[in-house]
């Protein structure tokens, strides 16, 4: 699977968009970056991100307490990382 870099870029500018947006889960966000952007099997995404094959499956599961260096491991690939965002104020 070869995608350009302008179609790997807008890829996961949308999805790192839709978890933002509250759209998806964090685990849904990272299979899609891992399934989508890499096309890479759990057991290979796991090794290039210097993870356990069981915490990338907890991650993607939305499962467990990963913790941040996990989950920095994992959006490390895409030039993303966890950080703090402002809540958005939901009507209600």
Same mark, same amino acid.
């Given at each position: /699977?070869?995608?350009?870099? +302008?179609?790997?870029?807008?890829?996961? #500018?949308?999805? #790192? $968009? +839709?978890?933002?947006?509250? %759209?998806?889960? /964090?685990?849904?966000?990272?299979?899609?970056?891992?399934? +989508? %952007?890499?096309?890479?099997? #759990?057991?290979?995404?796991?090794? /290039?991100?210097?993870?356990?094959?069981?915490?990338?499956?907890?991650? +993607?599961?939305? $499962?467990?307490?990963?913790?941040?260096?996990?989950?920095?491991?994992?959006?490390?690939?895409?030039?993303? #990382? /966890?950080? %703090? %965002?402002?809540?958005?104020?939901?009507?209600?």
């Amino acid at each position: /699977m070869t995608l350009s870099l +302008e179609v790997r870029a807008l890829l996961i #500018q949308t999805i #790192q $968009e +839709e978890l933002a947006q509250g %759209v998806i889960t /964090m685990g849904a966000a990272v299979r899609r970056l891992r399934v +989508e %952007v890499t096309g890479l099997q #759990q057991t290979q995404f796991a090794r /290039m991100c210097r993870i356990s094959v069981r915490t990338l499956v907890h991650i +993607e599961h939305d $499962e467990g307490n990963p913790t941040l260096k996990s989950l920095n491991s994992v959006f490390k690939p895409f030039g993303l #990382q /966890m950080g %703090v %965002v402002r809540l958005r104020k939901t009507s209600g």
